[in-house]
Structure formats: structure tokens, C-alpha cells
């Protein structure tokens, strides 16, 4: 058996590999739930099917893949350019603090005009964080994957510095948390008890935007000819800077809606745990999603899926809620490794009886 | 040199796939000591493949090679050495920040070389021996392209070498550095060591080689004397019978100044980059210019320099007489100029996309059905008729670029250059690795244009194609543009000694040409 580059990559295994890896994460949560001494399948079904299986379940699931799916959404044309915008979650918590800290201030006023403030405001918030390390990358040639890893750590801090300080609820017996905000700041749930809202459809609209940007528009065949050879866009006079610009801004935006969507959404108020990973697993989605839209939102159920599933083992098991980050591990694990298979392929070569003595086996490669 | 031998090399039934096209089809040659063997075929012939089979790189799907009398199974380009083989490929591998000393030190095992001093001696002396004097100390990024082929040569003849592989080693070369190869040549063969070259350029086979293979679409369709046979002889075994080559292309009607760069200087962006000194050029409508050079010595520079992605430390470049200096690429093309540049797949298109999408890459600045929304019918139906005007073999416009072939796709990107009906059409490389009838067309397709009115410009180390075209022909070295004089008054000489950096230029006194 050998492993050999295929002539021109497999447009079947593009898709197969994420089934692929799904499969094998789904073998190795059965075997690490077996050596923590539980039952295997009984723990998947736990994870996986458990969580979904009631009409609650199911809406918290889209409670989960509303941020998600805007994060992603944003990052799907970024990554389509090969800008690596890894900073979605400070955007998101950049975007979420803004809005909450416009939602305390407007918590005395109503009006229709409220929510649309407050929306525009973590939006824009997202955007500036994100505009800082376009400007950056474009001023400076900084390295975008370093500036918004960065930036993410600063994010944080400053949600965490505004918690305990400026914004923290007098009231709030001095935990560090800010007070709960008003309603008419909120943004409404579809339905009774449950608590997805009205930023489900937000995501979609915005999925199918990105969707329609990339297939049927100049900017999004830019932003593909980017992606797959810089020196052709270059060459053929496309302008980089301004499409850095404009990718990067689009997917703070949109993370900064994830914000919004989290904290004037299921949240209602700021606290120090605000960021859950939304940001980082939105890149485990793009991936898995193949950058295309549809894949996209298939793999956002699946990643919200482990949210729910990592709450409900943790209730159900007994196992640390820590488990949903090793799954999401393992899924990008398996399909980093699958995705190998794309550019090459594994070949079964029958024993040979007889060779002559002198050859050797060692494998020759072209100069 | 082991003379003992009745053949050299035979190759019997010598057979090679690879996915989606058969590279070498029952190969069959033989090569006698001492003699200078010619492989002749067009690009995609299946010369390449059978060179690296012979020297181990590839192995074969079926066939035998007899080395020296005996049947062996080469295992590998270290085993094809220790055999007595010796290849120069058409792309050097040697570490351009390394001396030659130390690059050929890497190539040989340590108990052969010794010491690097030792090495050092026996270098200066094989130099020596075949006139190929090279300065062991120095970086190999000093060199000339010449003098790195005489570090490739030199490599090959410090062992006991009985075949030596060349493959189109005279593309990179000057008409003087021609002449001298050959001499190099002719003095390895008459002490008994056996040359495979390969080329496409039949005057040259004819005057050097003993005996000549002729390869088309992986067979062998002929094996000739070379100087008993004529070129046209020839070239039908090459290419069939049913090729029709134009071989007059007119002559251009200057016009006005299309495009001018006054005095325009660049200082190098690299380490490996060359600086353009004081360029003075002038593109008339309605003529083609040409300027020949060996690779690597401003060419890139100055197509990076028209098309608008370099800025010039000095000088200016006026476009229809408007000063566009600091303009950028699409600015440029806005205003009429089209590039059509010699990386094909990496900068002239997208290898993974459509062909209509690669249409788009350039015609985005004129198409009206590219502007905000894209319109794919009526964008794929234009590529449909550019396929078809242009005969480019492909199924449809949704086939990539990549899976079409080297002379098919530089036919889709002139074709896309030539239907926005450019100004002033910039052609580096126009023909580079395309076969000869994709090449006859593109030429025909130029003096067209030409004749439309529109200036045109062309950069190429192909001579002939530059005789061919060329109302004015020049030379680029070490980033000088020699004079421009109309074709008939410039000899192949002269032209020789333009591209070694030999003319008088003389705004320039001084500078230093890096060869």
C-alpha cells in the first residue's frame, strides 16, 4: 500500500471528506466514552440524538446556530479570498459589549427606532474590530491571522475589564455582570416559551446574500480569483487592498451581529462568559461546510449540535462540559486529515513475487 | 570511456501513461557510443518522459533499456550516475545563494569529492579541459543563465560519463553561447561519450547531430541523418502531414506613438530582481516591436512595468499621450493596453476555474454584462465564439484552464486579449511551450491586430519568431534596452551581441551589466 498524488484533485472525495470525518469522530467518541467507562452508543445517543428530540430541544438547537451561522457566514466569502479572519470571536464580543453597553443606555427609551440602534450599533462594532486589522494587513502588511488572534485577547479583556468596572449592575450584589436589559432592547423570539429569535432569519437572509455575492456578482468572482491566485488578481489589475477591506469589514459585521443576536437575544445582559467559542467553531463550520453556502448551514446544525450534546452529557453522564470542545476537536482533526485524501489517493499494490535482488525500494522523486 | 560496447543505449518497446494521456507509446532508439544523438518533437511529443526514463526519474510502464550491452533496470537518477549518466535539465537545479564549488559538492557523494579543495582543483581542471571556465567561488545567483548551464555540464563531466543528457539546453542560450556548446559538444563525442539532445529547433539538430529519433504524440515516427535530411522532411515527421504553416506575416504600417517610456528607471524589488536602467521605448500603431534577451534579465521587470503592477523610481510612461505613470493595471487597460503574460498559469489565468471565468479575468474592464451583477449567458456564450474563432481544442467554455494544453490555452488568452481590441497589446513569451501549429496561428493572429492598428510589443527568446514578426527588433541585458532597428538591418550577429550586453547606450555610461 502507497500513498500517491492523484493528477487532478477528486471533486467527490471534496465532499466525502467531511461525511468521512464525521464517521471517524463518531468511532473515536465511542471509544473514549468506553475507556471513561460508559456505555458507547448509549453516550452518543446522549450527545447526539438526546438533545434534539423534543421540540425544546430542537429550538434551542437553532438557539445555538443562529451566532454560529453568522459567524460563519461572514467568514465564508473571507475565507473564499484566503484572508484568514480568525478573529471572529473578538469581533463578536467586540460587537456584543457595544451593544450591550448602547442597550443599558437606552434602557429608559422607547420607540421603534430602539432595536435598530442597538443592532446597527454591535454591527458597526464588529466592523471597526475588524477594520483594524484590515488596516494592518493593508497599511502595514501585518499578517491577518496574527492581528485577529490578537485582537481577540484584547476583546475579551475589555469585556471582561468593562464587567467588573464601568458597566457592572449596582445591583448585581457585586458579581460582574451588568444589569439585565429592558425589553424593548431585546430582540424578539419567534414564538411562546422558546428562545430562538427573530436573528435566525437575519443569518439566513445573509447566507443567501453571500451566496448570490459569490456566484452572481463581480465582487464575489474577485474575491474567488483572489482566493485561488493572488498574482492573477494582480495581474489582471483587480484592487486587493479595497476587497481586504471590504471581506474583512463584511465579516466583522456579521460577527458583531453573532454578538448582538447572543447578548440581546437568549443572554439579555453582559457577563464575564460571554465567549463560548462561537467565533472559533464558525471556522471549524466553514470548513466543514466546504465554503459553500448550503454546506455551511448543514455544518452549523452539526457544530451546534455539540453545544447542546456537551450540555446534555454533562447533565446526563456526569462527563465535564469540556467534552464539546473534544469533539469539535476531533471533527476538524478527521477532516484536516480526510481532506488529504482530495489531493491524493491510497493505492493497494499486490505483493510482487520476485524482484530482482539488486533493486532497491526506495521511491524516486522528480527534481 | 567503456567503448567496448556496440550500443550505448537501446530502448526497446519503452512505454509510459499517465492518467489521461499516453506519454510514451512502444519507444524504440538506439544510441551508439560517441555520437550525437538528436530527440525531436514538438512540446507534449513525449521527449521529456523518455529522458526521464532513461535517467531514472520516471519509471516505465513496459519496455527494456540496455545499457552498454546489458539489460538494466535503472533504479534511480544516483544509479543512472554511477552508470555513467549525466543530465542537464531544461530548469537548472542548483541553490542560488551557494558557489559553484558547493553546489556541485552537494550533487556528488563525499567519498568521490573528498575534500572541498580537492573538488575546487578538479572543477578549474575539467574547465579547462573542454573550454568551459567557470569561476568555482563564485554564487550561483552571479551567473548568467549560460554560465549556470556550464556549472550543470561541468557537474555532469567530473565523473566517468559515457551519456550525456541535454534538454534543450540552446533555448536559454545566446547565438555566441551557441556556438560555443557545440564546440563543447563535438569535443566530449569524439572521445567516445554518447549525447542525447533534445530540441525542437531543426537547423541546429542538422548541423550538430549524427543521428536523429522523431517523436509525435508518444511514437516514434521517424530516424533519420540529420544532415542528409531536410528540415521540411523532417518537420513532417514531426507534425504530420496536414499541418499548414504561413510563413509570410507582412510587413506593419507604423502609425502614431501608442505607447512611450521616457527614461524609465526601476530599482530591483528583490534579491534575484533586476533593475531597469533608463528605458527609452516607443511603440508606433500598426508595428510590432520586438526584443529578444535571454530569461532573466529585466524581461519580467519591464512587462510588470507596462502592465501598470511596478512603479518606476524615474521616468514616465505615456499611453495615447497621456501621462499614466501613476496609474494602475486597470487603468491601463481601461485605456486600451492589454498584457499577455509568460506565466500562463499563474498570472494569465486560473487553472481550477472556467473557461468563461477565466475569460472574465481581463475582459471584466470592457464587458458591459460583467459590470456589478454578472450575466453568465450571455459571458458564456462570448466564450463559446472565442473558442471557436480562436480553434481552441476544448469541450466548452466550462472546461478549466488547467486541463487544456500549454498551445490551446495561450491561444484562449491571446484570443481574450486580441476581442477587447487593445491599443497597445504587450505579448511576453507569446509562443513559450506551444506547439507548431498553435505558434503559426498566434503569429498570424498578431500580424492581424497588427494590421488593425494596434501597437504591439513582443518579448521572446525565440529568434526566428522574433525575424518573423518583428518590424523593429532590440535586445534587453542586465536591464538596458539596446537600440531598436528595423529587422533587416540587424543581423543575427549583431542581435547575438545586443542580447550579451554589447551596444552603446548612451545615457548609460557607466552601469554595469551584471553578466
Known amino acids: 500500500m502507497r500513498i500517491e498524488a492523484r493528477p487532478t484533485p477528486s471533486p467527490t472525495m471534496r465532499y466525502l471528506s467531511p461525511l468521512l470525518a464525521l464517521g471517524l469522530t463518531l468511532i473515536t467518541g465511542a471509544a473514549i466514552f468506553s475507556a471513561l467507562g460508559k456505555a458507547p452508543l448509549a453516550s452518543l445517543h446522549a450527545f447526539f440524538i438526546e438533545p434534539v428530540s423534543t421540540v425544546y430541544g430542537l429550538s434551542e438547537l437553532f438557539v445555538k446556530v443562529t451566532p454560529l451561522l453568522l459567524c460563519a457566514t461572514g467568514l465564508t466569502l473571507c475565507f473564499r479570498a484566503k484572508v484568514w479572519n480568525i478573529g471572529a470571536e473578538g469581533q463578536f464580543v467586540f460587537g456584543a459589549l457595544i451593544a450591550g453597553a448602547v442597550s443599558l443606555q437606552l434602557a429608559d427609551h422607547q420607540g421603534f427606532w430602539v432595536l435598530p440602534v442597538v443592532i446597527a450599533s454591535g454591527v458597526l462594532a464588529g466592523m471597526a474590530w475588524a477594520g483594524i486589522a484590515a488596516l494592518l494587513l493593508t497599511r502595514f502588511r501585518a499578517h491577518e491571522i496574527l492581528t485577529t488572534i490578537m485582537l481577540n485577547y484584547i476583546a475579551i479583556q475589555l469585556l471582561l475589564w468593562s464587567v467588573h468596572g464601568p458597566l457592572k449592575s449596582p445591583s448585581g450584589y457585586n458579581f460582574p455582570e451588568s444589569e439585565l436589559f429592558s425589553p424593548q432592547t431585546l430582540l424578539p423570539t419567534l414564538w411562546g416559551q422558546y428562545r430562538v429569535t427573530i436573528a435566525i432569519f437575519i443569518a439566513l437572509l445573509m447566507l443567501a446574500v453571500v451566496w448570490t455575492v459569490l456566484n452572481r456578482t463581480l465582487l464575489g468572482y474577485q474575491t474567488r480569483v483572489m482566493g485561488e491566485n493572488r498574482q492573477a488578481a494582480r495581474f489582471a489589475g483587480f484592487n486587493g487592498n479595497r476587497l481586504i477591506w471590504v471581506l474583512l469589514l463584511f465579516s466583522g459585521g456579521m460577527a458583531g451581529m453573532a454578538g448582538v443576536s447572543e447578548v440581546n437575544g437568549p443572554v439579555g445582559q453582559l457577563t464575564t462568559n460571554l465567549a463560548l467559542g462561537y467565533g472559533y467553531t464558525a471556522i471549524i463550520i466553514v470548513f466543514m461546510g466546504r465554503m459553500h453556502p448550503l454546506g455551511v448551514l448543514l455544518a452549523s446544525l452539526l457544530l451546534g449540535l455539540t453545544y447542546l450534546g456537551g450540555e446534555n452529557a454533562q447533565m446526563t453522564l456526569g462527563l465535564p462540559k469540556s467534552i464539546t470542545g473534544v469533539f469539535q476537536g476531533l471533527l476538524l482533526f478527521f477532516l484536516l486529515a480526510c481532506d488529504f485524501l482530495i489531493s491524493h489517493r491510497i493505492v493497494l499494490t499486490p505483493m510482487r513475487g520476485h524482484r530482482p535482488s539488486n533493486t532497491s525500494t526506495r521511491e524516486v522523486t522528480s527534481s | ?515
Open chain 2, 1 to 515: 570511456m567503456g567503448a567496448t560496447a556496440s550500443r550505448r543505449l537501446e530502448l526497446v518497446g519503452i512505454a509510459k501513461a499517465y492518467p489521461g494521456c499516453i506519454a510514451n507509446d512502444r519507444v524504440e532508439m538506439t544510441v551508439k557510443p560517441g555520437e550525437i544523438h538528436a530527440l525531436v518533437g514538438e512540446n507534449g511529443a513525449g521527449k521529456s518522459t523518455l529522458m526521464k526514463i532513461i535517467y531514472g526519474v520516471v519509471k516505465p510502464d513496459a519496455g527494456q533499456l540496455i545499457w552498454n550491452d546489458r539489460e538494466t533496470l535503472i533504479e534511480g537518477p544516483a544509479h543512472a550516475r554511477r552508470l555513467g549518466m549525466g543530465m542537464v535539465f531544461q530548469h537548472f537545479s542548483l541553490f542560488q545563494t551557494l558557489t559553484v564549488t558547493e553546489n556541485i559538492a552537494l550533487y556528488l557523494p563525499r567519498q568521490e569529492y573528498g575534500s572541498l579543495r580537492r573538488l575546487r582543483d578538479r572543477i578549474l581542471s575539467v574547465g579547462e579541459a573542454y573550454g568551459l571556465d567557470i569561476n568555482p567561488d563564485r554564487h550561483v545567483h552571479t551567473l548568467s543563465v549560460g554560465e549556470q548551464q556550464r556549472v550543470e555540464i561541468v557537474r555532469c563531466l567530473l565523473q566517468e560519463i559515457q551519456l550525456l543528457i541535454l534538454d534543450e539546453p540552446t533555448a536559454v542560450l545566446t547565438p555566441g553561447e551557441v556556438t560555443h556548446l557545440v564546440k563543447v559538444l563535438k569535443q566530449l563525442a569524439s572521445e567516445g561519450c554518447s549525447i542525447l539532445f533534445i530540441s525542437h529547433k531543426l537547423e541546429e539538430v542538422r548541423t550538430l547531430c549524427d543521428r536523429a529519433t522523431i517523436l509525435r504524440g508518444g511514437r516514434v515516427t521517424g530516424s533519420c541523418t540529420p544532415a542528409e535530411t531536410t528540415s521540411e522532411q523532417i518537420s513532417r515527421m514531426m507534425l504530420g502531414d496536414d499541418l499548414h504553416i504561413e510563413k509570410s506575416m507582412g510587413v506593419g504600417a507604423p502609425g502614431d506613438d501608442s505607447l512611450s517610456l521616457e527614461g524609465v528607471s526601476v530599482s530591483p524589488g528583490g534579491a534575484f530582481a533586476i533593475a531597469l536602467h533608463s528605458i527609452d521605448l516607443t511603440l508606433r500603431a500598426g508595428e510590432i516591436t520586438g526584443i529578444a534577451g535571454v530569461a532573466g534579465n529585466g524581461q519580467d521587470e519591464l512587462v510588470d512595468l507596462i502592465n501598470g503592477e511596478l512603479a518606476p523610481d524615474a521616468g514616465k510612461l505615456l499611453l495615447d499621450g497621456r501621462d499614466m505613470t501613476a496609474e494602475g493595471v486597470l487603468a491601463r487597460r481601461r485605456a486600451g493596453l492589454a498584457t499577455v503574460h509568460a506565466d500562463r498559469l499563474g498570472r494569465g489565468s486560473i487553472g481550477a476555474m472556467s473557461l468563461t471565468e477565466n475569460r472574465l479575468l481581463t475582459a471584466y474592464v470592457t464587458d458591459s454584462d460583467a459590470h456589478g451583477f454578472l450575466h453568465w449567458r450571455p459571458l458564456t456564450e462570448r466564450t463559446r465564439e472565442l473558442i471557436q474563432n480562436y480553434q481552441v481544442k476544448a469541450s466548452g467554455p466550462d472546461d478549466t484552464a488547467a486541463s487544456l494544453s500549454g498551445g490551446n490555452l495561450q491561444k484562449f488568452i491571446i484570443g481574450r486579449e486580441i476581442a477587447q481590441a487593445p491599443k497597445v497589446l504587450v505579448c511576453f513569451y507569446p509562443t513559450w511551450g506551444v506547439d507548431v501549429g498553435s505558434a503559426n496561428r498566434i503569429h498570424v493572429e498578431l500580424a492581424r491586430l497588427r494590421d488593425e492598428g494596434t501597437a504591439i510589443l513582443i518579448l521572446t527568446e525565440d529568434l526566428d519568431e522574433l525575424y518573423l514578426l518583428c518590424d523593429r527588433v532590440g535586445a534587453i541585458c542586465g536591464g538596458q534596452l539596446s537600440p531598436l532597428k528595423p529587422g533587416h538591418e540587424v543581423s543575427m550577429e549583431t542581435l547575438g551581441q545586443w542580447m550579451a550586453g554589447t551596444f552603446s547606450a548612451p545615457q548609460t555610461q557607466g552601469v554595469q551589466n551584471a553578466h
